[in-house]
T-cell receptor, first 112, second 117 residues
Framework: DAGVTQSPTHLIKTRGQQVTLRCSPKSGHDTVSWYQQALGQGPQFIFQYYEEEERQRGNFPDRFSGHQFPNYSSELNVNALLLGDSALYLC???????????FGPGTRLTVL | AQTVTQSQPEMSVQEAETVTLSCTYDTSENNYYLFWYKQPPSRQMILVIRQEAYKQQNATENRFSVNFQKAAKSFSLKISDSQLGDTAMYFCAFMPPGGTNAGKSTFGDGTTLTVKP
């Protein structure tokens, strides 16, 4: 049973660029949530996708957007990258989005 | 808005001993879930234990158990017979299953636990 997978593992971008991160949920899960984790801090909720729609959103600017595909996989897009966007981006999947979440290994984004 | 506070940034314990990590939270919700996650240096966030707020019985998973005090909004994690592999950052998390914030999880800032041989 495959767990949550994310790609790429690491990414280096420069300020102003755009980035796309990808996530495949655990088998049987239909909901994907995205988190930003700065070094030494807890994950901060970005948004959650269920039935191909954004259902919940945290306090993140519109530069952060996402998408969910019919197979439940998801993308996180960040436009106009800032130095402060450097972080570990975690994807978590769950069933119906209202119970236990299982996390992927994360994507480390560095903005130079 | 929900908040989760972990007041112990760092803790250490000798191998085979018992350690308790603290977590308090603030919410106006009556029904919710609480979780403890472990994040080793490899960075994969791993679920340790889950508690449903409407269940009075404290959750237990092998060497891990919680002390859930709903009135006090406290949710501590006890690790018994600590092992070197327990060395990691531990996060307490809160999630309401319903209401306007359904599915929106809030995490504490974590406690770094070091198990010493």
């Amino acid at each position: 049973d495959a767990g949550v997978t994310q790609s790429p593992t690491h990414l280096i971008k420069t300020r102003g660029q755009q980035v796309t991160l990808r996530c495949s949920p655990k088998s049987g899960h239909d909901t994907v949530s995205w988190y930003q984790q700065a070094l030494g801090q807890g994950p901060q909720f970005i948004f959650q996708y269920y039935e191909e729609e954004e259902r919940q959103r945290g306090n993140f600017p519109d530069r952060f957007s996402g998408h969910q595909f019919p197979n439940y996989s998801s993308e996180l897009n960040v436009n106009a990258l800032l130095l402060g966007d450097s972080a570990l981006y975690l994807c978590a999947s769950s069933f119906a989005g209202r119970d236990t979440q299982y996390f992927g290994p994360g994507t480390r984004l560095t903005v130079l | 808005a929900q908040t989760v506070t972990q007041s112990q940034p760092e803790m250490s314990v000798q191998e085979a001993e018992t350690v308790t990590l603290s977590c308090t939270y603030d919410t106006s919700e009556n029904n919710y879930y609480l979780f403890w996650y472990k994040q080793p240096p490899s960075r994969q966030m791993i679920l340790v234990i889950r508690q449903e707020a409407y269940k009075q019985q404290n959750a237990t998973e092998n060497r891990f158990s919680v002390n859930f005090q709903k009135a006090a909004k406290s949710f501590s994690l006890k690790i018994s017979d600590s092992q070197l592999g327990d060395t990691a950052m531990y996060f307490c998390a809160f999630m309401p299953p319903g209401g306007t914030n359904a599915g929106k999880s809030t995490f504490g800032d974590g406690t770094t636990l070091t198990v010493k041989p």
